[in-house]
């Protein structure tokens, strides 16, 4: 992570601010802090992001807990695109039509549900799917998880995108030599 720091550039300095104080959660576990960090960066789509933080998350989450992380990002990826469409287009005979998508691994995570419904927040956030965000949050919270525990994970979700975004632009501003 501090290689990912030491990257952001001076014009980004909020971020690598933020990404300094990811670690930091009086409302989520280790694991739900972890994980949360892991399947948002593999939303990113971003490799440094993916790799800094998958390092990181090593220390903190065991292979259930990778794993799980890995698929909420995985079937959020796909679960995003067909929920936002249905959402979106304004036409509500697509919300009533079986989406048709394996999703056995909701059912069966390989760790606590509502660690990986909340990390299916995180990436439904970084995906920017306003229908899987509200229903991951009304079950994040019928569950019994704070508002704050849900803030934190999209603030996670968030300051990685950020950070993402700045290493992609980065690159695409060097010089080519």
Known sequence: ??????????????????????????ALTGQQLWGAALASALATRQPGVIR?????????????ARDAARTAAALMGMNNVYY?????????????????????ALGAPGVDKLDFELWCLAVSAVNGCGA?????????????????????????ASILHGVATVADATAALEPVA
């Open 1 to 26: 992570m501090d290689e990912l720091k030491a990257a952001i550039p001076d014009w980004a300095k909020d971020l690598r601010l933020n990404l300094g104080a990811l670690e930091r959660s009086d």
């Open 52 to 64: 800094a933080v998958s390092a990181a998350a090593e220390e903190h989450l065991d292979d259930a």
């Open 84 to 104: 936002r469409f249905t959402h979106l287009v304004g036409n509500d005979e697509y919300g009533r039509l079986p989406a048709r998508l394996r999703m056995q």
């Open 132 to 156: 899987c965000m509200t229903a991951h949050e009304r079950n994040l919270r019928a569950g019994g998880v704070s508002a704050l525990a849900v803030q934190d994970a999209v603030r996670i």
